[in-house]
């Protein structure tokens, strides 16, 4: 899994391997909107890559900002990608608003992964 050693080599686990760590996809957001306001709508990148979309550093700044925030958007179903599809959140009335500021997040899933409690920098997403 993306973000998480199966041998001990190198410390084991890390949470500086995970693939969705929110201080420095924080960080990224933020240069990306500081060079928007320097480089305004003249300069554009290629999003999603290989896609010929084009948008500003901005659209792009939001656009991360969106993948985010939807790590903790339920789904028609309730399901929030960062509980992995536990039915306790999505179904049980005293959990269902409750979300979980996990440390890092699988890359592929949104499963919260690491410290359960991490309300510092990923509690940034509010």
Same mark, same amino acid.
């Given at each position: 899994?993306? %973000?998480?050693?199966?041998? *001990?080599?190198?410390?084991?686990?890390?949470?500086? $391997? %995970?693939?969705?760590?929110?201080?420095?996809?924080?960080?990224?957001?933020?240069?990306?909107?500081?060079? *928007?306001?320097?480089?305004?709508?003249?300069?554009?990148?290629?999003?999603?890559? @290989?896609?010929?979309? $084009?948008?500003? #550093?901005?659209?792009?700044?939001?656009?991360?900002?969106?993948? #985010?925030? $939807?790590?903790?958007?339920?789904?028609?179903?309730? *399901?929030?990608?960062?509980?992995? @599809?536990?039915?306790?959140? !999505?179904?049980?009335?005293?959990?269902?608003? $409750? #979300? #979980?500021? *996990?440390?890092?997040?699988? !890359?592929?899933?949104?499963?919260?992964?690491?410290?359960?409690?991490?309300?510092?920098?990923?509690?940034?997403?509010?």
């Amino acid at each position: 899994m993306p %973000g998480e050693s199966d041998s *001990h080599m190198f410390g084991g686990n890390s949470n500086w $391997r %995970g693939p969705v760590w929110f201080p420095i996809v924080y960080l990224i957001v933020e240069a990306l909107e500081r060079y *928007h306001h320097f480089y305004s709508n003249d300069f554009t990148v290629e999003l999603p890559t @290989g896609s010929g979309k $084009r948008v500003t #550093l901005q659209g792009a700044a939001n656009e991360i900002s969106r993948r #985010l925030c $939807r790590l903790f958007e339920p789904d028609a179903t309730g *399901h929030r990608p960062c509980h992995n @599809g536990d039915p306790r959140y !999505a179904t049980h009335p005293d959990r269902k608003g $409750r #979300l #979980l500021f *996990h440390e890092y997040f699988h !890359a592929d899933t949104g499963r919260g992964c690491g410290a359960s409690h991490q309300t510092g920098w990923t509690a940034l997403v509010a």
